[in-house]
């Protein structure tokens, strides 16, 4: 099977950073969720017949190696930040799914020159004032996982019926990693809703209606807090909207990168 896509390795703060690439013109950089990243998704495809997208694992997460300084997700963002540096980017940018979100959020608020675009899809960071965050560290890996499907399908698609012992380890040690960095407080920043009043870069917020892991008011709040936000909500998808609504998703992140 011919690839479109290749793999990459670049070294930030003595440690190997994995990246899968597509495409070619203004630079998409897209980070991904809590459980890693399951590989080159429809989704990234049709974004790279438009952009030079750029999808790479978290530090600690799948391939890339594990920073054993890192504590928190701001740790994280500053390190993305100088990722970015090395690899002498012009302005990009940043789609953030999930937990990825809030890895981009917290980016926007470091650098308000760096990002041209920022498109949050059902992201993680935001303290939601209704309903919870589904904590993923009380139940097991593929009930977590499935919890973010409306319709379970999808996942056994993407990952089969029957996960292979190899992804069930990875997600394993993706979930250790998220523990050591988004334990407690569990999976936000409590100063997001000041933070983000300074972050001036247009924003696309996504979310799923029946989204069971991040309640949608997560959004809400994320669309209260940015003051050039503007939220869309999609029927029929749980928390893996990149999976369950792929073309809905990449029609909705060209047309706004566009404007």
């Known amino acids: 099977m011919t690839h479109t896509w ?28 809590d459980v890693g990243n399951p590989g080159w998704l429809p989704f990234y495809e049709q974004l790279a017949q438009h952009y030079a997208v750029y999808v790479p694992s978290h530090p600690g997460f799948d391939k890339s ?10 740790d994280l963002a500053v390190l993305y930040q100088w990722l970015l540096k090395e690899m002498k980017l012009p302005p990009l940018s940043i789609v953030g799914l999930g937990f990825g979100g809030w890895i981009a959020a917290e980016m926007a608020t470091m650098d308000h020159h760096q990002l041209r675009k920022l498109v ?15 904590d993923q560290f009380l139940l097991y890996t593929t009930d977590y996982l499935r919890a973010g499907f409306h319709d379970p399908s999808h996942m056994d698609e993407l990952y ?14 993706n ?3 998220t ?20 972050v001036d870069t247009p924003t696309l917020i996504v979310w799923g209606k029946e989204d069971r892991i991040a309640p949608i008011n997560c959004g809400e709040r994320y669309m209260q807090a940015l003051p ?17 609504k792929a073309n809905e998703l990449a029609q909705l992140v060209i047309e706004f990168l566009k404007k």
């Open 120 to 134: 949050l899809v059902s992201a993680m960071g935001m303290k939601p004032t209704r309903g919870e965050i589904l």
């Open 160 to 173: 089969g019926k029957e996960p292979e012992v190899e992804q069930l380890v990875t997600w394993e040690i």
């Open 65 to 74: 190696d594990r920073p054993e300084w890192m504590r928190n997700v701001r």
């Open 228 to 244: 050039h936000a503007e939220l869309t909500t999609l029927n029929e998808c749980g928390h893996f909207v990149e999976v369950e």
């Open 179 to 198: 523990t050591r960095i988004a334990w407690k407080p569990y999976m936000f920043n409590a100063a997001f809703p000041t933070l983000l009043k300074g």
């Open 6 to 33: 290749s793999e990459s390795v670049t070294e930030v703060a003595g440690g190997k950073v994995h990246f899968l690439t597509s495409g070619a013109g203004e630079p998409v950089l897209i980070l991904h969720r």
């Open 175 to 177: 979930r250790e990693m």
